[in-house]
């Protein structure tokens, strides 16, 4: 019988972050592939990722909806706790052979809890990582629930086997968006029109001209400065006047005070220079990054892809503290006139030589093979190294 992976995904990055190893579990004949959809996958504020799922010839076994609206810290606390429920009953329909988590989202622990309490095997991917916030918390509590642990970089496996995880059980794959990252790099021109497919919101301008790329999203626990906080970024890259391509923040507490910030600046400022986007394929994406002079904000894309890219990154404040990150990267407080200073200096830095800190592809593969081979369990004890 085929072993049956289920794999949940519940934000845009992630699937990004996973779409390769459910491309690799889809054509192994060993296995079958049962993908959830999960909660702001589902929303189109957060541009509908599922659809780019189907798109991309994947079967959505199960959609669960399970955000709670307001943004704050409150309702990501009743959002995992409507997911732990909803998951449950998901698992419990597709009885699945182990289960598949991505990161360190607050979706992401009710997924490992769920499945711990079903004594479903768990499989954790891209724990290990030090990024700070509540992210830390939850990436770390999930190690100790999961049962098989996919990390992406060589610190990251000593971190969890530092944490009491059996070695056997830890295993150095690489990121599968860098997967990703390497196919865009043998065809990288940008061979779409992002206005004419993906629409977005402001002004249009040259795709032969030079331009920067935004992504800044509110911070867990920030949340209450998130509009000041973008409102420092969006007047720093009004003011260094290239075009740019912004998108949209994700579903976290302080998205609210972020998405108000973006707006009010659109109507007061109506800034010629930025055009926002809710989400693109991953591709696209990542080709619209690497013909980027410079990538500006928060997401660990600046970190992991960009790195293997090289392209220049100036990273903004708390939330990817700690986290590995390769030469391209200049960190910078939540203040204009920094944030100005470091993207000048990328720019006149250019493009970095390529970093594969966490991968140079293949990772999907690897993953499939080890989810299909791997001997079950799903208990365990502390173990000292």
């Given amino acids: 019988m085929k072993r049956k992976i289920c794999v949940v995904v519940t934000a845009r990055p992630s699937y990004s972050r996973i779409r ?3 491309r690799a579990i889809k054509s192994d004949p060993n296995l079958e592939l049962q993908l959830v959809a999960a909660a702001s996958t589902l929303l189109d504020r957060y541009g509908n990722a599922y659809r780019y799922m189907e798109q991309d010839g994947f079967e959505v076994a199960s959609k669960v909806y399970m955000v709670v609206e ?16 909803e998951l449950a009953t998901a698992f419990d329909n597709l009885n699945p052979d182990i289960v598949v988590t991505i990161a360190d989202r607050y979706e992401t622990i009710a997924t490992a809890i769920a499945a711990s309490y079903m004594n479903i095997p768990l499989a954790h991917i891209q724990g290990g990582e030090i990024t700070g916030t509540i992210d830390e918390k939850v ?19 000593e971190n969890v086997i530092r944490m009491g995880e059996e070695p056997a059980s830890v295993f150095v794959t690489g990121c599968p968006s860098i997967d990703i990252a390497a196919s865009v790099l043998e065809t990288p021109t940008l061979n779409f029109d992002p206005f004419a497919k993906y629409k977005g919101v402001g002004e249009t301008f040259d795709l032969q001209s030079e331009y920067l790329v935004v992504m800044q999203h509110p911070v867990t626990t920030e949340h209450e400065h998130a509009r000041v906080q973008i409102m420092e970024t969006l007047h720093a890259v009004h003011d260094i006047g290239l075009p ?3 998108f949209w923040p994700n579903v976290d507490a302080g998205s ?9 600046f659109r109507e007061l400022m109506r800034p010629a220079n930025i055009h926002f986007f809710k989400n693109m394929e991953p591709e696209d ?14 997401s660990s894309v600046g970190i992991r892809e ?30 204009k006139q920094q944030i100005k200073s470091a993207i000048e200096k990328q720019l006149v830095n250019g493009r970095y030589p390529s970093d594969p800190l966490y991968g140079s592809g293949g990772a999907g593969s690897k993953i499939a093979k080890i989810l299909r081979d791997i001997p079950l369990k799903f208990e365990k004890r502390l173990t000292y190294q």
């Avoid at 609210?256 to 009010?264: C, E, N």
């Avoid at 090289?310 to 939540?334: C, H, K, M, S």
């Fill in 139 to 157: 990436r770390h509590a999930v190690t100790k629930l999961a049962d098989i642990h996919l990390v992406s970089t060589k610190k990251a496996a």
């Fill in 285 to 298: 994406f990542l080709r619209l990054v690497y013909n980027s002079r410079c990538l500006v904000g928060n």
């Fill in 20 to 22: 390769t190893a459910l």
């Fill in 70 to 85: 307001g943004e704050n810290l409150a309702t990501m606390a009743k959002t995992t706790g409507l997911g732990l429920l």
């Fill in 244 to 246: 740019t391509f912004w």
């Fill in 306 to 335: 960009a790195s293997f890219l090289g392209v220049p990154t100036v990273n903004i404040g708390t939330r990817e503290a700690g986290r590995e990150r390769g030469r391209n990267v200049l960190d910078v407080d939540y203040d």
């Fill in 256 to 264: 609210d005070g972020t998405s108000r910030g973006i707006r009010q």
